[in-house]
């Protein structure tokens, strides 16, 4: 569900179609032998975000309604778009972007459908910037 709300399916295959969710849980739980304070910082972070959702809704974060959960993280993410503000949930909110996003540009969908990776294609030339401001 997290995962789907940073990068939900548009016009474009998004999180869900990429399978992200399986991917967060195999890094999560494979974190336990090589670094288990990934484990802890999901387990606090999915906690801080029950904790918050009972506070503002009444509820646990996954029985909120969307409108709910989207507002929810929108206030923990203010720190990206507001230097100066602070939210305690900021770090974890990074942690599930940074991951959500790694796992989707890996997968096939993200690499090959969205990014239209080629492969290692041989290019004679390289056409360099095309943007007119770069062009001497």
């Not at 959500?100 to 690499?111: A, D, K, Q």
Request: with cysteine; net charge negative; proline share 5%.
């Amino acid at each position: 569900m997290l995962v789907e709300m940073i990068l939900p399916t548009d016009d474009k295959p998004g999180a869900k179609e990429a399978k992200v969710a399986d991917y967060v849980d195999f890094v999560v739980f494979s974190a336990q032998e090589f670094e288990p304070s990934l484990q802890r910082d999901w387990q606090d972070g999915l906690v801080f975000l029950d904790r918050e959702s009972r506070k503002q809704f009444g509820k646990v974060f996954r029985m909120a309604s969307m409108a709910e959960r989207e507002n929810l993280l929108t206030g923990i993410s203010l720190p990206e778009r507001n230097p100066r503000a602070h939210d305690e949930g900021y770090a974890f909110f990074r942690l599930v972007k940074n991951m959500t996003v790694e796992g989707f540009y890996t997968s096939r969908i993200g690499l090959m459908d969205v990014l239209d990776y080629q492969g290692m294609n041989y290019m004679s030339e390289f056409p360099g910037c095309t943007h007119p401001e770069h062009q001497h």
